[in-house]
């Protein structure tokens, strides 16, 4: 089945500096990609939607200088959070749809961010 | 844009006993309904869909019936087991591709006690 890498699953750093967390399609072409962010007990929410060679479509409320993504090829997605501060720290998370349409979603392993 | 309510927040029941779910949405555009059963920490696993042109499947213990019409959904399981305990979550979506983006309910934490 269609699979997501995400990296890394964990991740902590000092408040002030950037991360970024990469998402892979190892076995499909993602046309889209869409990112998530879960506090704790707290459901997933949808931050943006990439789409492969264009610009991201950003949530309400959704940073795009703070939160930036980059949709360059068919098999990967980066989203680094920039200038991250305390509370930043969450679990992102990536979903994917193939380039064929349908129904599928594949969802990364997500990566938990600490700033610190 | 889209919005998915889910309730209960939290659901105990005893082991053997059945569980229900129940989540509405807005945007009578979404054309597809997943139940997806999370663990702390882990990413959502999807245990069951449907989509709009059908009212109700079956796998197994686990069954969801759709509402068009109310705009409502359900997630029933039945049989209950402790490894069942988990977080579910429910969602819409308007379809694959760029349209297609999963907006979620609230989730709600399920505990089966033996």
């Known amino acids: 089945g269609a699979v997501v890498s995400q990296h890394p699953s964990w991740v902590i750093c000092k408040s002030g500096t950037s991360v970024k967390i990469e998402c892979r399609s190892l076995d499909f072409q993602a046309t889209t990609m869409f990112w998530y962010r879960q506090f704790p007990k707290q459901s997933l929410m949808l931050m943006a939607t990439?789409?492969?060679?264009?610009?991201?479509?950003?949530e309400q409320g959704v940073e795009k200088d703070k939160f930036l993504i980059n949709h360059a090829s068919l098999t990967l997605s980066t989203l680094t959070v920039t200038s991250a501060h305390p509370e930043d720290s969450s679990f992102y998370i990536c979903?994917?749809?193939?380039?064929?349409?349908?129904?599928?979603?594949?969802f990364g392993s997500g990566t938990r961010l600490t700033v610190v | 844009g889209e919005n998915v309510e889910q309730h209960p927040s939290t659901l105990s029941v005893q082991e053997g006993d059945s569980a229900v779910i129940k989540c509405t949405y807005s945007d009578s555009a979404s054309n597809y309904f997943p139940w997806y059963k999370q663990e702390l920490g882990k990413r959502p696993q999807l245990i069951i869909d449907i989509r709009s042109n059908v009212g109700e499947k079956k796998d197994q213990r686990i069954a969801v019936t759709l509402n068009k019409t109310a705009k409502h959904f359900s997630l029933h399981i039945t049989e209950t087991q402790p490894e069942d305990s988990a977080v579910y979550f429910c969602?819409?979506?308007?379809?694959?591709?760029?349209?297609?983006?999963?907006?979620f309910g609230k989730g709600t934490k399920l505990s089966v006690k033996p």
């Open positions: 979903s994917a749809t193939v380039i064929t349409g349908g129904y599928g979603y594949t």
């Open positions: 969602a819409a979506s308007k379809g694959g591709g760029s349209q297609g983006n999963l907006i």
């Open positions: 990439s789409n492969e060679g264009s610009k991201a479509t950003y």
